[in-house]
């Protein structure tokens, strides 16, 4: 397997990502090269593109590879850890897709990496008043996802919103280069994340790693689209007021498949992330072998 990473900018973190993806994959006896802006050929060659983070040219390069098997590497949904050099001690890993939701919980896994995390998993709570806090999405995502620009798309969430419920509306938005923009009929959020949680009943999000947060937290969660969270969501618009409480077998697992979408650097350098980057790969095409072989099953 021939496999091609895309160092966007030659900044420690690209270049630390890099390294050890290469190293990995190396160690696994597979050709690995490095590419940069404008090597087309050295991707062109490959069976399988590394693209790490959203920002900058990265959607170009993730939809310039559509004939090979793509990965995509960005912030941790765990990301309360001890600091990193590179910043990054862990990186998310998504196969094929901006999410691993087709997939990571077609088998269960033990628990033995999440409780290596140390993350302390707060109870649900339900109260029948408080705010929906929504979660905007920076311009970059939104590009990312094919969304409208970042002003326009939130707007028109909060009016989706409001549509289906009486309960105040928090809007938070995301840290960015670019200036905030304004959106009428929410609170704007100028304050830590934990005080916005204190005063919700349900968090409002599209795919951002803030479902996570929020199932950790013990706040419901409603799923606008590919939110990690999504198995434990509410994500009917009529029920967008309605706290949904998954069961705490069902969330415990979840967490537990959730850590093996996330990996270490040392993981990614000795092979052990390329290993499950390699199953994974066999396990969405088979995937998709049985999607496009019984269409009328899936769903």
């Known amino acids: 397997m021939r496999v091609a990473i895309y160092v966007r900018q030659p900044a420690p973190p690209h270049e630390a990502v890099a ?12 050709m690995a090269w490095t590419f940069g802006k404008g090597d087309r050929m050295r991707q062109e060659d490959a069976d ?22 793509r990965i995509l590497l960005d912030k941790p949904y765990a990301r309360a850890l001890k600091p990193h050099p590179t910043r990054y001690y862990l990186l998310r890993v998504a196969v094929d897709a901006f999410q691993p939701i087709r997939y990571f919980q077609k088998y269960h896994h033990t628990p033995y990496r999440w409780r290596e ?16 806090l929504f979660d905007g ?15 326009e798309w939130g707007q028109q969430i909060v009016h989706e919103i409001a ?71 509410e994500t009917d618009w009529s029920r967008v007021g309605v706290p949904y409480v998954p069961s705490e077998e069902r969330r415990m697992q979840w967490l ?12 990614f350098a000795d092979g052990t992330a390329w290993r499950y980057v390699r199953e994974t790969l066999e396990l969405v095409e088979k995937l998709k072998h049985v999607e496009n072989k019984y269409p009328e099953k899936i769903g």
């Open 19 to 30: 390294a050890a993806v290469l190293a990995g994959v190396q160690h696994s006896g597979e």
């Open 117 to 132: 995390l140390g993350i302390e998993v707060k109870p649900y709570r339900v109260r029948s008043d408080g705010y929906v």
């Open 256 to 267: 537990h498949d959730l850590a093996y979408c996330q990996w270490n650097l040392d993981e």
């Open 163 to 233: 549509r289906h419920t009486p309960s105040p509306i928090i809007y938070r938005p995301r840290p960015s280069h670019n200036e905030m923009p304004k959106v009428f009929g929410a609170i704007r959020s100028e304050g830590p994340l934990d005080e916005d949680f204190a005063r919700s009943r349900v968090v409002v999000s599209h795919g951002g790693n803030i479902g996570f947060d929020a199932v950790v937290a013990g706040l419901p969660h409603f799923a606008i689209a590919d939110s990690i969270a999504r198995p434990l969501s």
């Open 48 to 69: 399988v593109v590394f693209v790490f983070g959203i920002g900058g040219d990265a959607k170009d390069i993730w939809n310039a590879n559509s004939h090979a098997r």
């Open 137 to 151: 999405a920076s311009n970059k995502y939104c590009l990312w996802n094919d969304l409208p620009p970042w002003p």
